[in-house]
């Protein structure tokens, strides 16, 4: 077998690296900086002086790819905590989760403290759910493989394959109502692979007093389209009003947010605008979006809306949050959201093959004309729970999984939704609280006007937010798109029409304590 080069193949990605590097300095960093050739080689050098080191005097031969990965990855680190070099595994797990399906047998998996895999849920209607897989079983093998000692992405790994092939899971399950320390059953799954969408929606219940109920924990493509038919059964079934859970919800989509926003505000309404970076000279970024309401709601004009938020609300989460605030059309209770202001856009590299980085590019704004990057969303009416009651729910949550999918669109929480009472249960003291509200007064118009607090309270200004920054331009840590969009116009301007095609969007990073897990 002949003996890489692995100088050679140094010198070939280091050449690629420079040259990205100098094709970018003369494209939108050269636009912003000025820089010329020279001062790129000179400030790249280091980088080749330690990669020539270590393959010359590390203890043991290297992979290169594996090297210039790890450069790349601390090279995206030190922007800001959203951009990031995206292998290529986790490039096309990106792509099927915001594309709303992918091919495997629709189960999350978790790692127990103890070490074991557990299904965390199995997905309704998918082909696990079919097979009788519940959650909580722990997962003992794979294809006679065990997971003993490994962790979630080795048992993923060997869980997920193309549709149509099959994989056997050993299953070991508590018997019902057994003594905790009684041996798990053991049993055999042969699951059928296929096609299996992703749904963004976890929860659709009627309540008491004829409130529905809708919790979203991402923004997919296919959100707006699979809220819009859950709002249709509802009003079909007479809801007086509704609550929408945007809490633990990471964002997703920046499209995904003006899909939403569609069904609840009237049409030309403006969602949110994104500001990159301003140009050397003074011109606002030609990449700059606006997303504009381009269809009349779903939703009747005047039924009472309430938007749950908390600290893990983010990003289009928040854009979402914050139009609905803006537009007097829901009031929002909670605390205060994550403030994940920023656009991450996916640009896809040609070495190391099928990778991408993900580059924060831009930050948005609510109609407000403010920018809640590191600031967040101050809710109209506070109603705190700690960290202990939070994930007390959360576990009493999806435990309603058990019986999934029976169970998957209304889970329990507490004496709201129609499940047993005991002493152990958790009450949702947020949506108690919302319903509260939708209750208090015969005109819903006057509970909105009593409460609803100047969005210049819950909101920082845009104003505010350049003093911070020392200037009128957006955080450094933004620059430009590859890929042409409207300019972004001034505030209160009359909108226009959204432009159809943005920049690719990554799926937004999901704040500490998000309890969403990855499905396979």
Request: net charge negative; charged share 25%; glycine share 8%.
């Amino acid at each position: 077998m002949p003996k890489r080069n692995s100088k050679a193949e140094f010198f070939s990605l280091f050449g690629f690296l420079l040259a990205g590097a100098l094709l970018l300095s003369n494209g939108f960093v050269a636009r912003l900086h000025a820089a010329d050739e020279t001062d790129v080689y000179r400030e790249l050098e280091p980088v080749g002086v330690v990669m020539d080191t270590i393959l010359r005097e590390y203890v043991r031969d290297v992979e290169v790819e594996k090297v210039v990965e790890g450069a790349l990855i601390g090279m995206m680190g030190s922007l800001d905590r959203n951009s990031s070099f995206i292998s290529a595994a986790d490039l096309e797990a990106m792509r099927e989760d915001t594309k709303g399906e992918f091919e495997g047998i629709g189960v999350s998996i978790k790692q127990e403290e103890d070490g074991g895999i557990i299904v965390f849920h199995p997905l309704p209607n998918s082909p696990a759910a079919q097979a009788g897989i519940k959650a909580f079983d722990r997962i003992l093998a794979v294809d006679g493989q065990s997971t003993k000692g490994m962790d979630t992405a080795g048992a993923a790994n060997l869980i997920k394959g193309r549709r149509g092939t099959t994989v056997t899971l050993s299953i070991g399950r508590k018997t019902e109502n057994a003594p905790a320390d009684s041996p798990l059953e053991i049993l055999e799954f042969k699951v059928r692979r296929d096609k299996v969408p992703l749904e963004s929606i976890k929860e659709a219940q009627m309540l008491k007093g004829g409130v529905a109920y809708v919790r979203i924990s991402d923004f997919k493509d296919n959100s707006g389209a699979d809220l819009a038919k859950r709002l249709k059964e509802f009003t079909d079934a007479g809801a007086k009003g509704l609550v929408l859970d945007l809490r633990w919800n990471p964002g997703g989509l920046l499209s995904a947010s003006k899909d939403v926003c569609e069904l609840f505000l009237p049409k030309g309404s403006l969602v949110t605008y994104t500001r990159g970076r301003t140009g050397a000279d003074g011109k606002a970024n030609k990449d700059d979006q606006r997303l504009v309401t381009g269809r009349k709601p779903e939703l009747p004009e005047g039924m009472p809306v309430i938007v749950l938020a908390n600290s893990q609300t983010a990003s289009a989460a928040e854009i979402v949050t914050g139009a609905l605030q803006f537009y007097e059309r829901a009031l929002v209770v909670g605390e205060k959201t994550f403030g994940k202001g920023s656009v991450q856009t996916i640009i896809p590299l040609m070495k190391p093959e099928t990778t991408a980085l993900r580059l924060t590019t831009a930050l948005y704004y609510t109609p407000a004309d403010v920018t809640i990057d590191h600031q967040g969303i101050l809710p109209d009416v506070e109603s705190e729970m700690t960290q202990e009651q939070e994930e007390a729910l959360a576990k009493q949550m999806f435990t309603s999984f058990e019986n999934a999918p029976d169970n998957q669109y209304r889970q329990n929480h507490g004496s709201m939704t129609d499940y047993p009472v005991t002493a152990e249960t958790v009450e949702d003291l947020q949506l108690q609280r919302a319903l509260d509200l939708l209750n208090e007064g015969a005109v819903w118009e006057e509970t909105v006007k009593k409460h609803h607090r100047d969005v210049h309270d819950t909101q920082m200004t845009a104003e505010e937010a350049e003093k911070r920054n020392g200037s009128g331009a957006a955080p450094a840590e933004t620059a430009e798109p590859e890929s042409g969009t409207p300019e972004t116009p001034a505030p209160g301007a009359a909108p226009e029409a959204a432009p159809e095609a943005a920049p690719e969007t990554a799926p937004e990073e999901a704040p500490d304590g998000d309890f969403t897990e990855p499905v396979w």
